[in-house]
Structures are given as C-alpha cells and as structure tokens.
C-alpha cells in the first residue's frame, strides 16, 4: 500500500495533522525528554537530543514521500504550533491492519488533542486507506492513554503478557482495537 499525505490536511476541532519540519526538532526534543515519555514509549530514548529529533523528522519525512509511513506532527490549527506526534504504523505482512501511536508534550495534555488527532488518523485510515482494523496499544499503568483510546472509541480487548520488548526486558500491554464498522463515538 502506497500512503500520500491527506489533502487537505486532518483537522477538527482545533487540531491540524502536519507534515513535521525541520524546525519542530528543538521542541521535539525537549518534549521527549520528558521522562515520563519514554518510560511509557520504549521507542523514545532518554535522554533524548536534538539529533535524535532530527533523525525522527528525517525519517517521518522519508516515510511521506516513499509512500510507507504516516508520521503526523499534532499542531494547534491556528498557529501551526506542535504539541505532540501521531503516527499510523503499516504492517508489510497484513494490508488491513494498522497500529496508531501518539504522545503529547507535557503542556499539551488533558485539552483532547490526542484524542481528536487519535480520531482523526482513524478515520483517515479507514476511509482513505482501507484499513480494516486498528490496533492501540498502551502500557497497562498509562492511564491517560487508555483514557484517549476510550473516548476515541476503541475497544479494550485485554492484557498481552510480557507483549512489548524493551531494553529492561518484555513488558505487558493493554491490547485496544477499532474497527471502521464500530459505532461512532460522540464527542
């Protein structure tokens, strides 16, 4: 499947789904250096630097343009500015299936952002991409990410024992789905 940038680009209640830029990479950085990020994302190093950004940026922006990923900066409609990243992972070996993954700087949080962009990528996926199912998983103590997953209307299935590798060793995970015939969530 061959993935192009949504035109015109997500965005519902004052969210906008972005392309990153080269100049996001200082508050992308700041932002996962938030210890809380990675002990949450095993993906995000810590400490986290500028070049770690940039590469982030590079490969986002790889990913556009070679069609094979989905990497969206999660911005204030109005100003433009990043509050966080969302991405829409494709799996090579199952065309209808797809992973969604988000998180937000610290400042950022509690305002529905995630959830809105969260929504906005779902959609996205099904109707434009014909994705016929899509996984969020989250760590069983980030509650706040479980929180996001309710209100955008994905089920929680269950606990995947020792799921996701990390440097510390296998951790469990909190299995959620959706699928494009679940009923609508109400905002």
């Given at each position: ?15 906008v ?10 508050w ?7 210890r809380?990020?990675?002990r ?5 190093r ?13 490969h ?8 094979t ?6 911005a204030d ?6 509050w ?16 969604v ?7 950022a949080?509690g ?5 809105n ?21 989250t760590?069983p103590e980030?509650?706040?990410?479980q ?14 024992r ?8 296998r ?10 015939d ?6």
């Amino acid at each position: 499947m061959r993935v192009a940038f949504p035109d015109p680009p997500l965005a519902a209640a004052g969210v906008v789904l972005r392309l990153p830029f080269a100049d996001d990479a200082s508050w992308i950085a700041a932002a996962c250096n938030d210890r809380e990020l990675s002990r949450y994302i095993p993906g995000i190093r810590y400490p986290y630097s500028l070049s770690d950004a940039r590469a982030f940026i590079e490969h986002a922006r790889q990913g556009w343009a070679e069609g094979t990923g989905a990497a969206f900066v999660i911005a204030d409609a109005v100003t433009g500015d990043g509050w966080g990243t969302i991405g829409l992972h494709l799996y090579s070996v199952d065309e209808d299936l797809a992973e969604v993954g988000y998180w937000l700087h610290r400042e950022a949080r509690g305002q529905g952002a995630a959830t809105n962009a969260v929504r906005l990528v779902s959609g996205w996926a099904f109707a434009e991409l014909g994705i016929r199912r899509l996984n969020l998983i989250t760590a069983p103590e980030n509650a706040a990410s479980q929180r996001v997953a309710d209100r955008a209307g994905f089920t929680r299935e269950g606990l995947l024992r020792a799921w996701l590798p990390t440097s510390a060793g296998r951790r469990d995970s909190v299995m959620y789905s959706l699928l494009p015939d679940d009923p609508p969530v109400k905002p």
